[in-house]
């Protein structure tokens, strides 16, 4: 089954800290991939997304993420974090052919401590 | 442009009961996606809508039921409801239905006691 895995379920960071955030799907045809955040109290939003070219991705608020064919990852990076960016990080995919569904991982939380 | 709006935002019922959720998705955008969101299994996928078809189920009992209007508004409905279909509920509109960037509503939190 496609299925997206994330394996830091929470993650503790201080200001100025570099992150990086796992997630590797299973699929291994084409795929669509995204990041959403989620802040504390509100919605869903769409940090950045993959669908094919440059696999560097580049997102808002300072986050980008690449896209590795090989080891089926879609790593979220971000090279000094933020007090605003404690939030929730999910991964998602959308694999493609036909009417495809998007696989959600189980979310990372994030804590950045001031 | 209005957002994602999902209604009501809080509701509590008992075990047995059936409930309907409603989703109004960003003007012009025909695709009506459902999830599931609890914290131990994060968001798991309910349904999908275009132009009042589902196009997509996730792996759900048949006790949750989906509808899509011709103004693309949708509903849920959950019938029978169980201790365990507590969770928020998250309706997300895209303008197609290949069109993959989503915009998600603000979610009904759903009780069940």
């Known amino acids: 089954a496609q299925s997206v895995s994330q394996h830091n379920h929470h993650v503790i960071l201080s200001e100025a800290a570099s992150l990086e955030l796992g997630c590797n799907y299973s699929?291994?045809?084409?795929?669509?991939l995204f990041w959403y955040v989620q802040y504390p109290g509100q919605h869903l939003q769409l940090l950045l997304k993959?669908?094919?070219?440059?696999?560097l991705v580049k997102g808002i608020k300072g986050f980008e993420a690449e896209f590795i064919k090989s080891k089926f990852s879609f790593n979220l990076r971000k090279p000094s974090v933020q007090w605003s960016d404690t939030a929730e990080y999910f991964c998602?995919?959308?694999?493609?052919?036909?009417?495809?569904?998007?696989?959600f991982g189980t979310g990372t939380k994030l804590q950045v401590i001031p | 442009k209005a957002g994602v709006t999902q209604t009501p935002r809080y509701l509590i019922k008992t075990r047995g009961q059936q409930v309907t959720l409603s989703c109004s998705p960003i003007?012009?955008?025909?695709?009506v996606s459902w999830y599931q969101q609890t914290p131990g299994q994060g968001l798991q996928f309910l349904f999908e809508?275009?132009?009042?078809?589902?196009?997509n189920k996730g792996n759900f009992p048949g006790r949750f039921s989906g509808r899509q209007f011709s103004n693309s508004r949708s509903e849920m409905n959950v019938s029978t409801l169980e201790l365990g279909d507590s969770a928020l509920y998250l309706c997300?509109?895209?303008?197609?239905?290949?069109?993959?960037?989503?915009?998600f509503g603000p979610g009904t939190r759903l009780t069940v006691l």
């Open positions: 997300a509109s895209s303008p197609g239905l290949l069109t993959d960037t989503q915009y």
């Open positions: 699929y291994g045809g084409t795929v669509n």
């Open positions: 993959y669908f094919s070219g440059d696999p």
């Open positions: 998602a995919a959308r694999y493609s052919g036909g009417y495809q569904k998007v696989t």
């Open positions: 003007s012009g955008h025909r695709s």
């Open positions: 809508y275009f132009s009042e078809t589902q196009r």
